[in-house]
């Protein structure tokens, strides 16, 4: 970390990247807390992200996130990676330490765990079987958090079942791989639903599974933010299940990544929530 006393710069480095909201989360709270500093877009081509890594340092920048399609390929460019991270196989922040040298941590499934305990502060990773529905990037970066912080048996669906099998092998005994035709039985006596599929997203279809045996005090959570509820979501809150959007992610996942670069770990208010909001609107 640079010295918290000068103007400070960080950003966001993806390929295309001018569709994050980023900016809008990290600028506020620089001016909130009264920070000199600035959260840029950085466009960054595959073929330039080497050059624009090593450069991180030399520009005296604090760090950056990562997103699509760099956070895989980045590994080799830094000094070190988290253990998470390296469990999740992607980095989506990079600090600049005092020496100059590059760490890498992944924050996103912690940020979407914390926003569960925001939602029900009695919810725990180890309160119950949990079923997760995806193998993607996003899932496997909340199943290997989830077993981190203490969750000891997750029901893992796909599609296709050779993906979460990946995942299984990746992150440990917790996994259980459940065939994608079972997954509305898979929901007997869990304590957390997630969705980590793209389906109920803006103009996708909805995620086909019958939630008749989903506990009445399991958390619903998708990890979908737009639109902010998602059909899933809707059908969980009629059952009067307690449910939770992706946004919380996106601002949980930010905060870590704020308190490494400008020094203060800030707090997630009603302004930052309708700054956010305000850039859904057509």
């Known amino acids: 970390m640079t010295d918290q ?12 990247v001018a569709h994050s909201r980023s900016p809008v989360i990290h600028n506020h709270w620089l001016a909130h ?10 466009a960054v081509p595959p073929e330039k992200l080497e050059a624009a890594v090593r450069g991180l340092a030399a520009l005296g920048l604090r760090g950056c996130n990562v997103t699509t399609p760099h956070k895989q390929a980045i590994f080799p460019f830094l000094d070190r990676v988290d253990d998470l991270a390296r469990r999740i196989g992607a980095v ?3 600090v600049v330490e005092k020496d100059g040298t590059l760490s890498g941590f992944n924050n996103d499934g912690n940020g ?17 079987p949990i079923a997760v529905l995806g193998a993607g990037g996003a899932s496997r970066a909340l199943v290997a958090s989830l077993a981190a912080q203490g969750a000891t048996e997750i029901r893992l669906l796909n599609r296709t079942r050779e993906k979460a099998e990946e995942i299984a ?27 980590a599929t793209s389906l109920g997203s803006a103009g996708k279809p ?16 998708d990890l979908i933010y737009v639109p902010p509820e998602t059909p899933l979501l809707e059908s ?3 059952r009067r299940n307690i449910t939770v959007n992706g946004m919380g992610l996106l601002l949980n996942q930010a905060r870590p990544a704020f308190n490494a670069w400008f020094g203060v770990m800030p707090e997630i208010t009603p302004a930052l929530r309708q700054a956010i909001a305000a850039t859904f609107q057509s």
């Open 206 to 221: 909805p995620v086909d599974i019958a939630l008749d045996r989903l506990p009445k005090g399991a958390l619903v959570g």
């Open 5 to 16: 006393s000068t103007f400070g710069v960080a950003g966001v480095m993806g390929w295309p």
């Open 169 to 195: 092998a990746a992150v440990g005994s917790a996994v259980k791989v459940v065939p994608w035709e079972e997954r509305s039985q898979a929901l007997d006596g869990v304590a957390l639903l997630a969705n």
């Open 112 to 128: 979407f765990i914390q926003s569960l305990r925001d939602a029900d502060p009695n919810w725990r990773p180890d309160s119950g």
């Open 33 to 42: 807390y009264g920070i000199a500093g600035r959260y840029l877009l950085f």
């Open 92 to 94: 989506n922040t990079v």
């Open 236 to 238: 969980a809150r009629l």
